[in-house]
């Protein structure tokens, strides 16, 4: 099995220098818009694919960092410093002495591919008069591709070692997308020869119909023929689509088409495709179809899978030992695959959580229910004078049982988190000893200290009597006011954060609020 352990990026869109090294099976990329989860599926489409017109239809000026060509220049512009762009990806051994040699940037001897984009020296005069004529213009055009193995061996999309599927449905809608798809889950079912056959008996049968079914009505249009075309833009490729039950896949609506395709790509060519790469699979998908497709890609253990994400099911149902989290304002990335294995498991099982949201926040305020989390926000602001996401911290109800699989994330990931939780009375218990193996600088817990205030609701009534008595007091209840909002606390916390009269805010949570903007 062909197994990519790391890739390294030189001046390829947002990183300037990245090494990310990659888990065996699943890679689960996650981030913010710009982190680069998108630029690492594009690095490893571009490097296996073996194709210039990729690179061509995309464009230099977009494949290039900006960084760079902004450094350059900001030198003395001399040709020989100009940037190289660089895509190296490392595998496993694969006894293919094709393979296997030192061109990479390590010079250590390993199998592998690069993808390196530089200056063409035999242009060198011209790339000097532009840069001469006009400093600020950029010789992108006399750049040159250049796909090789470690061993040095050129090799083109005819001739390349790896067969990889790049299934986007973040393009669903796009005809060049689906083209391309459907071409090159084609061309991965067939040996060259194999195709070269198939595309001349296609034209031969274009031609036949030219000869045969068309000869009638061209006998009477005297010096005009019809004819079916039969050319470069007319072939087997173009007109080549998947159908499922007689139905082709352009005219299924676009969940089913992101569905379809995922599931042809893994279920229908396990001895054919050697990695999968898949942007954003939550694309247009219902929950249910959503839980399908997870399912699928979760039995593919015998090829590696790239995915990107925004779905906390896809984050946990795959494992978050397999996620690989970017940041978009740096070269940073995270990995979680030293997350405990029960943590991970319970991630996998639970009901759907807000992981995503947490593993991408700076700062969390982690509360336990609905109650807490519709006024914790109305209460940082009073404390604060500001709202919390103005405060780069996101706050995030996660149910108590829970509070600790987070904890483990967060000293993974260095994300400062407050809890805020119920002394369930017995403060010292539930509240200091439970946690003195997890709390540090970065997580600490937030409770009343008094055994009598025993919940959030309870706290909320004592500092705020008056204003609890008038919003909820009624002739028709039989329970008590601090009794009414312990049996409704959802609708209690809503309707105290409805009201304008100021709330007070208790000081557990008003010392968790000043500890997390610290």
Known sequence: MLIIEKMKLFNFKKFQE????????????????????????????????????????IGLEFLFNNDCITKFFSTNKHHSKLPELIVEVYFNEQNNEDLNGKNNSEHKECDGLKLIISPDRDYINEIINIIKDDPKNFPFE????????????PYTGYSKFVNHI?????????????????????????????????????????????????????????????????DNKSNLLTDL?????????????????????????????KKNIDVILIEEPENHLSHSNMQLLINYIAKTGDRQIFITTHNNLISSRLDLKNAILLSS????????????????????????????????????????GDAEYMLMCKMFEIIAHKKYSECEVSIISVGG???????????????????????????????????????NDLVCVFAEK???????????????????????????????IQDYMLKNKAEAAFAIMENNTELKVPEYIKEAVEWIRE
Do not use: W
């Open 401 to 439: 049982i829970s509070f600790k699989r987070y904890i483990d994330i967060a000293n993974i990931l260095k994300i400062k988190t407050a809890i805020i939780r119920d002394n369930d009375k017995d403060y010292i218990n539930n509240c200091v000893d439970n946690y003195k193996d997890f709390c």
């Open 142 to 153: 006399f750049y040159k591709y250049e796909f090789s193995s470690f061993q040095g061996r």
């Open 450 to 480: 008094d055994n009598s205030i025993y919940t959030f609701e309870i706290s909320i009534y004592t500092n705020n009597k008056d204003l609890c008595d008038k919003l909820f007091s009624s002739p028709q209840r039989k329970l008590s």
């Open 166 to 230: 790049f299934i986007d449905n973040s393009r669903i809608g796009s005809e060049y997308a689906m083209k391309e798809y459907v071409n090159n889950m084609y061309n991965s079912h067939l040996e060259t020869v194999d195709k070269f056959e198939y595309q001349n008996q296609y034209r031969k049968y274009k031609n036949e119909f030219n000869d045969k079914v068309l000869k009638e009505i061209n006998g009477r249009t005297e010096n005009y023929n019809f004819g079916v075309k039969n």
């Open 241 to 269: 689509t998947i159908f499922e039950n007689n139905i082709s896949i352009e005219n299924k609506g676009k969940g089913k088409q992101c569905f379809v395709k995922t599931e042809f790509a893994i279920t229908k060519s």
């Open 18 to 57: 990245l090494t990310l090294d990659f888990n065996q099976y699943y890679n689960v990329l996650i981030g913010d818009n710009e982190s680069g989860k998108s630029t690492i599926l594009l690095a490893l489409d571009l490097i296996f694919s073996g194709s210039k017109n990729k690179i061509e239809n």
């Open 329 to 368: 304002t740096s070269d940073y990335y995270a990995k979680l695959n030293n997350l405990d294995s029960d943590t991970a498991k319970y991630f996998m099982k639970a009901p759907d959580h807000n992981i995503l949201e947490f593993a991408l926040s700076k700062k969390v305020i982690l509360v336990e």
